[in-house]
């Protein structure tokens, strides 16, 4: 069992995380996340991306910028555009881990993982499509997170 044991469960606290790449594949290119739990919520979180600057390098740090501020005692809702995030983390991850970490953004995902791992509530993914976003918070500080 990757993850480990559930030791606690409550009413999920609810994030939405994104991830953006400004000016993708180009020299100019920069990266950033957000994890947006709500106005002026004291958990919010946005920051930008270190090393490759990339759309999906910006999704997996939106996951552990929530993951980091999340109580590690309280269940979490993950709402996401980013089916590589909840792939890499449902899916790929035991053999991720498996191959030492070496596969693409083997780093953030390492992290990502380790977070998970030290939780004891379970976290739930909820895939969102691009069109049904909201056009708020969580994208606004995201290109914030780039800029």
């Not at 594949?25 to 991306?49: C, D, E, F, H, Q």
């Not at 939106?62 to 980091?68: G, K, Q, T, Y």
């Not at 979490?76 to 596969?103: H, K, L, M, Q």
Request: proline fraction near 4%.
């Amino acid at each position: 069992m990757l993850y480990g044991p559930v030791l606690s469960v409550t009413e999920p606290l609810r994030v939405t995380i994104h991830g953006t790449c400004l000016n993708a594949g180009k020299i100019t290119a920069s990266a950033g996340a957000s994890a947006y739990w709500g106005p002026k919520s004291r958990l919010n979180r946005m920051g930008r991306v270190f090393g490759k600057q990339t759309g999906p390098r910006a999704e997996l740090l939106a996951m552990i910028l929530a993951l980091e501020a999340a109580p590690i005692f309280e269940s979490i809702s993950v709402s996401t555009r980013s089916e590589y995030v909840i792939r890499s983390t449902v899916y790929y991850a035991a053999i991720n881990e498996a191959c030492g970490w070496r596969c693409t953004n083997g780093d953030l995902l390492k992290n990502l993982i380790a977070l998970i791992k030290c939780r004891t509530a379970p976290v739930h993914f909820i895939h969102i499509k691009k069109d049904a976003a909201s056009k708020n918070g969580h994208l606004v500080t995201a290109k914030q997170g780039a800029s």
